[in-house]
């Protein structure tokens, strides 16, 4: 199981955390973030991982080095930011399929599943999903055409299917809907280009438990919660 780790990104919410270090290098449960994630990815049957770097990725072939667990790791760094799927574009040797995954999640995720549900299925792409649920700061109004109230609601709690940064993709059909163009473009836009091709896109929905690394504070409550997490 290939994996490709997309770890190029500047880290802008997460400062002055990444003022000196990429966030993929950020220090989490005795490892880093992208260190948890290859172990991670490890335990779940990858055998070789391709790293996506941009903003200070010099760094992280002089952390990571060539292996992980025994399994070989490759570097491939952007001259500038070309987005979470744009970088796939630089990578040589290429599985058939392969899992793309975002460097700033930490996650008990079957990755293995993801990946063998996709390739079962013969789908173009295959995006692993979750429920999010918040809570609202505010009540709410429910109102018909004629303004006549029909439901409030105090502070409701509401569920969204979010994406978990996580997608297994065939290489034919990423290569037939990337721009000709070439440059910069996110995950969501590649997989639109799929949808728009009648490529098949599916979902595979976990329960696992995830978390996002975007700010300074969702880095602080991960690393409160990584301990549970590694132990699961």
């Known amino acids: 199981m290939q994996v490709v780790i997309m770890a190029g990104g500047l880290g802008t919410r997460l400062s002055p955390l990444t003022s000196e270090r990429p966030k993929a290098l950020l220090p989490l449960g005795g490892t880093t973030l992208v260190g948890a994630l290859l172990d991670r990815l490890a335990v779940c049957g990858m055998t070789e991982a391709v790293i996506c770097a941009g903003h200070m990725g010099e760094l992280l072939p002089q952390a990571l080095g060539t292996d992980r667990r025994g399994v070989p790791l490759r570097f491939s760094v952007e001259d500038e930011p070309l987005g979470t799927a744009g970088g796939l574009q630089l990578v040589a040797g290429l599985a058939p399929d392969f899992l793309v995954v975002n460097c700033d999640i930490v996650t008990v995720l079957d990755f293995g ?24 700061r505010f009540g709410t109004v429910e109102a018909d055409a004629e303004g006549r109230v029909l439901r409030l609601r105090e502070k ?3 569920r969204h299917t979010i994406l978990l940064g996580a997608y297994a993709l065939n290489a034919e059909a990423v290569a037939a809907a990337m721009p000709s163009a070439g ?26 438990e995830w978390l996002d690394v975007g700010t300074v504070e969702d880095y602080r409550g991960a690393a409160r919660a990584v301990s549970p997490l590694q132990d699961e």
């Open 156 to 158: 409701p709690e509401v």
């Open 183 to 208: 440059g910069r473009i996110d995950m969501p836009e590649l997989l639109d280009r799929m949808i728009a091709m009648d490529a098949p896109v599916r979902q595979f929905f976990s329960t696992a």
């Open 113 to 136: 599943a993801l990946f063998e549900s996709h390739r079962a299925s013969g789908a173009a792409a295959t995006v692993a999903a979750g429920e999010w649920r918040e809570r609202l």
